[in-house]
């Protein structure tokens, strides 16, 4: 039985991933987790959902985050995010965030002047170490000033970070990588 919120667990290159809803679209999203506990206490931390079946729009989330993280070009912008409770700079900053396409990449201070704050990089990475909907909200496109991880809240930290961005062949500077002409390159990143 589908209901109008709840939460559900599904599998993807990374590993087990969540997802929660309510009646005005996806609340959190969860990356892979230690363990099956710790990512229920994630996605739930702020949704207070049950588990439950999904329904169509959230089958059709899942299928284009699995996607993407299997290495597929995918523009996540049009799953729709309920933000009501947020702040006004992080929804400013998840916006842009989530303008960033597949493959590329921004600084923390890229994103702090194009929501008009020029100097809150500090402030754009906490509210992205807040980010509820990491992969939707793309927090891993972000990077510190000379192409440095900065930090990624995700269990496995910025390890993780470059794995999602390997997937997506991005690049770190503008210099070719060893990587940019092998398509097998997507498969060779290691799994969990």
């Known amino acids: 039985m589908q209901t109008s919120s709840g939460y559900h667990l599904f599998a993807t290159e990374l590993g087990t991933c969540g997802i929660a809803?309510?009646?005005?679209?996806?609340?959190?999203?969860?990356?892979?987790?230690?363990?099956?506990?710790?990512?229920?206490?994630?996605?739930?931390?702020?949704?207070?959902?049950e588990v439950a079946e999904p329904p169509a729009f959230v089958v059709q989330a899942i299928a284009e985050i699995r996607a993407l993280i299997a290495g597929e070009k995918r523009d996540l912008r049009d799953i729709e995010l309920d933000m009501r409770g947020l702040e006004a700079f992080e929804v400013a900053v998840y916006r842009v965030t989530r303008a960033i396409p597949p493959g590329e990449t921004l600084t923390y201070g890229e994103v702090a002047r194009?929501?008009?704050?020029?100097?809150?990089?500090r402030a754009v990475g906490r509210a992205l170490g807040a980010n509820p909907f990491p992969i939707i909200v793309p927090c891993?496109?972000?990077?510190?000033?000379?192409?440095?991880?900065?930090?990624?809240?995700?269990?496995?930290?910025?390890?993780t970070k470059f794995r999602l961005l390997?997937?997506?062949?991005?690049?770190?500077?503008?210099?070719?990588?060893?990587?940019?002409?092998?398509?097998?390159?997507?498969?060779?990143a290691p799994r969990r």
Do not use: N, Q
Not at 22 to 47: C, H, M, Q, Y
Not at 140 to 159: I, M, N, Q, W
């Open 21 to 49: 809803w309510g009646s005005d679209g996806i609340v959190a999203t969860a990356l892979p987790e230690r363990d099956a506990a710790a990512l229920v206490e994630r996605l739930t931390r702020k949704s207070g959902t």
């Open 114 to 121: 194009a929501i008009g704050e020029p100097g809150a990089s």
């Open 140 to 159: 891993h496109r972000v990077l510190a000033a000379g192409g440095k991880a900065g930090g990624f809240s995700a269990d496995g930290g910025v390890e």
């Open 166 to 188: 390997a997937i997506e062949r991005a690049r770190r500077g503008a210099a070719p990588t060893l990587f940019d002409d092998d398509p097998a390159f997507v498969l060779k």
